[in-house]
């Protein structure tokens, strides 16, 4: 039987008007800065994304563009001023960065309870201590998604492939804080269909189209593809999904499934940033 299409669009409006309707009950507008520096086309068009979708929402947005060249301390003296800003309550800074960069130091700058990203030392490790404060917003995205099918996670054996800090780490451990059994894949994993063939959860998170093909996959399963490659002006994910598609139970399209959910769960994050900058 074909799979049932999550349809990331749907649940992202959903999460988006439920998000509406929180804001206008706060007292202060919520205020999102987004950082920008170089000039990435996927990163451009990332934050395209997400700064039409906060103005749709209503919300305060403040736009940084830097170009390729910018120094290093010119953008910690930005995030630096926007940590300071009352009206700025989540700070984004799109990833990754010019290669002149020490990444960790631009991001670890960020104060924790602004860093809608949920990428900061403090928000990762809070996470691995199952003292979530901030949660990753694309891996928020994945675990709404698995959620809207009903399947409880509990006891399901959890297969992700991919270990990023951003990903597929963060991704794992929401998985097994929910009590599944947990299976991390990556670039050195032998015999990868041995693990994703065993997978009632299989979450995709390795930037290589067509990673996951039918074969690799067990009837049934929630297939998550977080993979975002792009194929002359095709965007395609990591999983083969038209045939993939006919095996698995529940499965998310690329573009339309966990992309848009990630923008919502952004936002949601900034109402979380404003109750953390409330305490
Ligand atoms: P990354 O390059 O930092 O990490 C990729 C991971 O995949 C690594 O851990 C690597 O070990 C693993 N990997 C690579 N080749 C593999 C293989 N052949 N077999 C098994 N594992 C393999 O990437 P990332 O930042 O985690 O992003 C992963 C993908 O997700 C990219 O396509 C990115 O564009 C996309 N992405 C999408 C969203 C979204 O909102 N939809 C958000 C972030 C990233």
């Known amino acids: 039987m074909a799979a049932i299409i999550l349809d990331g669009k749907k649940e992202a409006n959903k999460l988006l008007e439920s998000i509406k309707k929180r804001a206008k009950a706060l007292e202060e507008k919520p205020g999102l800065a987004l950082v920008l520096a170089g000039n990435n086309p996927a990163s451009e068009i990332y934050v ?3 700064e039409k979708t906060c103005k749709e929402a209503g919300f305060y947005c403040e736009r940084y563009n ?28 799109q990833l990754p960065l010019p290669k002149q960069m020490d990444e960790s130091l631009v991001v ?21 201590n199952d003292n979530n404060m901030m949660e990753p917003a694309t891996a928020r ?5 698995i959620e809207s099918t009903g399947i409880k996670i509990e006891g399901k054996n959890a297969v992700v492939v991919g270990r990023s800090n951003i990903v597929g780490k963060p991704v794992a451990l929401l998985l097994l804080q929910r009590n599944a059994t947990v299976t991390m894949c990556h670039s050195k994993t032998k015999n990868l269909l041995e693990h994703t063939k065993n997978a009632d959860i299989l979450v995709v998170a390795a930037g290589k189209p ?21 194929l ?3 965007i395609i994910g990591d999983v083969d999904f038209e045939n993939v598609k006919d095996v698995a139970g529940f499965i998310t399209p690329v573009p339309g499934g966990v992309g848009p959910m990630t923008i919502a769960m952004l936002l949601d994050n900034l109402l979380m940033a404003m ?5």
């Open 48 to 50: 395209n994304f997400k």
């Open 66 to 93: 830097f170009p390729e060249n910018v120094s290093q301390n010119e953008l910690l003296k930005v995030v630096d001023e926007l940590n300071q800003k009352r009206e700025i309550h989540g700070i984004l800074v």
């Open 108 to 128: 670890d700058s960020i104060l924790p309870n602004k860093d809608v990203d949920g990428f900061t030392p403090v928000n990762l490790g809070n996470l691995v």
């Open 141 to 145: 995205a994945c675990i709404a998604l």
């Open 210 to 230: 067509n990673l996951i093909t039918k074969a690799m996959v067990k009837e049934g399963a929630v297939v998550i593809d977080v993979g975002i490659n792009r």
């Open 232 to 234: 002359g002006k095709k």
């Open 275 to 279: 109750k953390l900058g409330r305490r």
